[in-house]
């Protein structure tokens, strides 16, 4: 069984104050919730706060990014073990922002999927197509591509620990978001692609979340959907009320 997932990517938004601000209206709101993982992701800047207003709750903390070497002179990078000491479960990686404008490749993807798993962090590995992609009919290569490459030489028992998001780049930030069936076509190819490859132990096993535009109204109908099991929301998981409906909405959708 799967275990449903929330997770909110601030992106580059709240500063300290703000972020501690928002971390504790979500405690209050989402205390009582058991059977939605609930990450939030803020910047780096926040991470140790975020880290500490969520110490012992029901909410985890990732990162947004990260640099595939342990250490070393990499200015104004990040190693995997900087974000495990502030307390980090998690890290996104391969976002489309980050392939769009600071040129991350499937292959930049792959080195720091293995850089995380290796430090105990739980990649959530992004891939999706860009609207010319989906209108030349190429939805599917380019999902094969980012799913093959971006996860390139990872073993079985690595690929159980990381969790993809489908994000179609025209739905990100745009208020449009891929129709449920639209999603759920592109979700159940992953997982068809996964049963492929490598084997439908793991096809069902791993965590695929759906991204672009989810909003309180319609993350029941996205969520309900037999292969979407939760969602990572950007513009949305900066306000307590629509990250704390997304997530109580999560939680009314049945597990798969
Ligand atoms: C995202 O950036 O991962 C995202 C899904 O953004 P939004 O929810 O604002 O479309």
Redesign the pocket.
């Known amino acids: 069984m799967r275990r449903k997932m929330i997770a909110g990517?601030w992106?580059m938004n709240k500063i300290t104050a703000e972020a501690i601000e928002l971390a504790n209206g979500l405690k209050r709101e989402l205390y009582k919730i058991d059977d939605v993982d609930i990450v939030v992701c803020p910047p780096f800047t926040a991470l140790e706060e975020v880290s500490e207003a969520t110490y012992e709750s029901n909410i985890k903390l990732g990162a947004q990014n990260m640099h595939w070497e342990e250490s070393g002179a990499f200015t104004g990078e990040i190693a995997p073990m900087m974000l495990k000491d502030l307390g980090c479960e998690f890290v996104?990686l391969g976002?489309?922002?980050r392939r769009l404008y600071f040129h991350e490749t499937n292959d930049t993807v792959n080195k720091k999927t293995k850089a995380a798993l290796k430090a105990g962090l739980t990649p959530i590995v992004?891939v999706g197509e860009t609207l010319q992609e989906r209108e030349a009919g190429k939805t599917f290569e380019v999902i094969q591509d980012h799913v093959y490459n971006s996860l390139k030489d990872l073993t079985e028992e690595e690929l159980a620990k990381i969790i993809i998001?489908y994000?179609p780049v025209w739905?990100?930030?745009?208020g449009k978001t891929a129709s449920p069936e639209q999603a759920q076509e592109v979700h159940k190819f992953i997982r068809d692609l996964l049963k492929k490859k490598y084997s439908e132990v793991l096809a069902e096993e791993i965590v695929i979340l759906y991204?672009?535009?989810?909003k309180p109204g319609n993350t029941k109908e996205l969520v309900n959907q037999i292969d979407i099991d939760g969602?990572?929301?950007?513009?949305?998981?900066l306000d307590v009320k629509n990250f704390s409906e997304i997530v109580n909405a999560a939680s009314t959708c049945g597990t798969k």
Not at 171 to 174: E, F, P, S
Not at 211 to 214: K, L
């Open positions: 990517n992106k996104i976002h489309s922002e992004c998001a994000e739905a990100i930030g745009t991204g672009g535009s989810v969602a990572l929301v950007g513009g949305a998981s």
